[in-house]
């Protein structure tokens, strides 16, 4: 963990001062800026909070994916599996690269995306989440895990997802797990909602993901401990796995690849309240071209090859 990370923030929050956040899945790397100061090239939406222009003229873009080996991930599935088996975790998320080409700027990209929360980082990463980490307001904080995915286009396909028992297990783990991970900031922590379906615009393709909000009260001077709130929640738990500590070990053993900025946070303070969102759906520019990163829950219920379907249908980029 990054302490300068975490004591950076407390010093903007003991201040009351509204600062942009990013940090990485590792959390070995950041950037936190005043947002009265923040760099050029770095352009955010989180949900109605943004500082991207209106009316920018979108440019044609168009992209090809070259997706990983089949044969490769579903061995790696099955080591997975194994460390389940041996009860070294119960849940993990696994996640691949995918290649692809494009056309077009990265800025050109976010401003083309349609998703709640999006970030382009000085052309070296965009991301288009669906998915919150945090969001603190009026002393509550607030979590609102994702898992389970299906094509909205399957008929009952709502109903099959909410039936779907290893979904359902996936989803009741990773609560339980943000459970207890708000418990060790919040009090009076509990699920308020539990497994309603959202919908997603997956490029041309409309999915349904499955969420949950939890929910906790801080002490009112949560501003002056922000970032050790944040620090102490990551990496965010639908992304690595239960239990937390054995799964990223397992993670970083199977997956053999940085991460980097996939799979991390970021958010913004506006002087009251922070919200925040989980970098999934995510492309990033590399010395040998551009990498889609993407993934999914693997459990002992999982259908390997359902499970590569998933990580091939989350590589989009979903235009308006």
């Known amino acids: 963990m990054n302490i300068?990370?975490?004591s950076k923030l407390n010093h903007f929050g003991k201040n009351k001062e509204p600062f942009f956040f990013v940090i990485d899945y590792a959390a070995k790397h950041f950037y936190a800026s005043a947002l009265a100061s923040l760099e050029k090239g770095i352009l955010y939406r989180i949900e109605t909070q943004t500082n991207a222009m209106e009316n920018v003229i979108k440019k044609p873009l168009s992209w090809q994916k070259n997706l990983p080996s089949k044969e490769h991930y579903l061995s790696q599935i099955a080591s997975v599996i194994e460390e389940i088996k041996s009860g070294n975790t119960y849940m993990l998320n696994l996640t691949s690269p995918t290649k692809v080409t494009l056309d077009c700027s990265l800025e050109n990209l976010f401003y083309s995306a349609n998703a709640p929360f999006k970030l382009c980082?000085?052309?070296e990463f965009v991301c288009f989440s669906p998915e919150r980490f945090v969001k603190i307001e009026a002393n509550q904080i607030s979590t609102y895990p994702m898992k389970g995915t299906i094509d909205a286009s399957i008929p009952n396909a709502e109903k099959m997802i909410l039936d779907d028992e290893k979904e359902k297990a996936e989803h009741v783990m990773v609560v339980d797990l943000l459970r207890n991970d708000l418990s060790m900031v919040a009090r009076e922590v509990r699920v308020e909602k539990f497994r309603y379906v959202e919908k997603i615009q997956a490029g041309t393709k409309e999915l349904l993901q499955i969420s949950s909000k939890i929910t906790g009260k801080l002490e009112e001077n949560w501003h002056e401990h922000v970032g050790d709130i944040i620090a102490k929640l990551l990496p965010a738990g639908s992304?690595?796995?239960?239990?937390?500590?054995?799964?990223?070990?397992?993670?970083e053993r199977v997956e053999n690849y940085d991460r980097?900025?996939?799979?991390?946070?970021f958010g913004i303070y506006d002087g009251h309240n922070l919200d925040s969102a989980v970098m999934i759906r995510f492309l990033e520019k590399t010395e040998d071209g551009y990498l889609f990163k993407s993934?999914?829950?693997i459990t002992l219920l999982s259908d390997a090859s359902k499970e590569y379907d998933e990580l091939c249908d989350k590589v989009y980029i979903p235009v308006f």
């Open 4 to 6: 300068e990370f975490a």
């Open 121 to 123: 980082f000085k052309e």
């Open 239 to 251: 992304i690595s796995g239960t239990p937390k500590r054995k799964s990223v070990e397992i993670i």
């Open 295 to 297: 993934g999914g829950g």
């Open 260 to 265: 980097g900025y996939f799979t991390g946070i």
